[in-house]
Every structure is written in structure tokens, then in C-alpha cells.
């Protein structure tokens, strides 16, 4: 990537919720996410290297639409950099995409979130597996979905074809992480399985707050 689009990234700063990467502006977070009740909560953490604006939004924007492959290798040291900033480097046993539904994945000709994970796996010392969480069910976008239906959207949409992974801490990884619901509901299914802890880690985060806000609070932070 240019040193000038670089430098105009808009890398995720404090104050955000340490639950799920929303930006704070009080002490207590109002994300969807946090307001899930306890039992519905299956995500232990979400971290993101950058808010989806600017830079960072453009880069995932170019990923998913666009299919620019030669992202991914920048975009895997992004992310494997940041899984050390935020002081995770070690704390998983492995990492997995989130997957798409075959259908859309032949119909885009790849999985967008797939493409930075392998990288981000291999740069971390990560075990890699891609292909054992899998999407069952077609789902409408989340795109075109608002609030807690987002939730309800992706429910019982992702299936189990991996072995054990008994008391194992997993990674997931997609490329932006607007409302949580799609990395909830991959992490109920995992903890369905076994897994003792799930982890989110994804490219962008979305900010609720407009860009002005955002800008002020790390600022005076």
C-alpha cells in the first residue's frame, strides 16, 4: 500500500469497549453486542485493526467487491501486528474464517474473509483450518438488515464439520465487524462444540457514533 494511504489509516484507538471494539463514549457500552443478554452471548472478545471509514473502509471494500488479492498479504501483516499490539500473540490455539454460503462464495468467486486469514495464520504461527465451520443456511445479506433482526438473520445459518475442540481457545476472523451478530453466531456454534473460549478478530470495526465524534473522543482521550 502507498506510504500516504497508509498514513491516512484510521487504526482503532482508545477508549473502545474491550468486549466488543465498539468506540466509547461513556463508561458503559451501549453496543448491540453488550447489550445482548448473558446467555446469548457466546463472543468472549472482539478486536479490529482499523474503524470501517477512510482508508480502512476502502480497503475492505476492495477485498469483498473488488476481489484486489494482492491486499491480502498487507492486510495479513495488518492483522497479525495488531493481534500483538492488543497482547494476544499466543493466546489461541487456532484461527478460522468465517465462512460464506457456498452459493454466494461461487457467485463472488472467493471468500474475502478467507483471503486475509490464511496470511494472518501463517504470520502468527496460527493453526489454519478453513474448512471446518461451514454456513448452511443461505442467508439474506446483512447489509440489508437493520438491528436485532441481524441477530435473528444468521441464526442456526453455520454448522460444525471439524473434529473435537474440546476446552480449545478459538480465533475467528472476518473482514469487518459491524453489529457482531455473524461472529456471535459462529461462536455459539463452536462453544456448542467444545470450544472453552471464541475470540473475534476482524479488518474494520464500525463505529455508531458519526466520524466527527469518534475523532473528538480519541482526541481528548
Known amino acids: 500500500m502507498h506510504p500516504a494511504c497508509e498514513a491516512a489509516l484510521p487504526y482503532v484507538a482508545e477508549p473502545f469497549c ?79 474464517p468465517v465462512p460464506l454460503h457456498p452459493r454466494r462464495e461461487r457467485k463472488r468467486g472467493y471468500n474475502q474473509a478467507a483471503l486475509v486469514a490464511e496470511p494472518f495464520a501463517r504470520l502468527s504461527g496460527l493453526s489454519y483450518q478453513p474448512g471446518w465451520l461451514t454456513r448452511d443456511r443461505y442467508t439474506q445479506s446483512q447489509l440489508a438488515v437493520e438491528g436485532r433482526q441481524r441477530f435473528n438473520n444468521v441464526r442456526d445459518a453455520f454448522g460444525w464439520r471439524g473434529p473435537e475442540i474440546k476446552d480449545l481457545r478459538v480465533l475467528l476472523f472476518d473482514d469487518v465487524c459491524t453489529s457482531g451478530s455473524t461472529l456471535n453466531e459462529c461462536a455459539r456454534v463452536l462453544k456448542a462444540n467444545g470450544a472453552a473460549e471464541v475470540w473475534g478478530f476482524t479488518l474494520t470495526r464500525e463505529a455508531k457514533i458519526p466520524r466527527e465524534t469518534l475523532d473528538a473522543v480519541h482526541q481528548t482521550f
Open 18 to 96: 474491550h468486549t466488543c471494539s465498539e468506540p466509547l463514549r461513556e463508561k458503559h457500552c451501549e453496543g448491540s453486542l453488550c447489550r445482548l443478554p448473558r446467555n446469548s452471548r457466546a463472543l468472549d472478545g472482539v478486536r479490529a485493526v482499523f474503524w470501517h471509514r477512510e482508508a480502512g473502509q476502502e480497503a475492505v471494500l476492495r477485498l469483498k467487491y473488488r476481489g484486489v488479492r494482492n491486499l491480502r498479504e498487507w492486510a495479513g501483516r495488518e492483522v497479525a501486528g495488531a493481534l500483538v499490539r492488543y497482547g494476544l500473540s499466543g493466546e489461541f490455539d487456532m484461527l478460522l
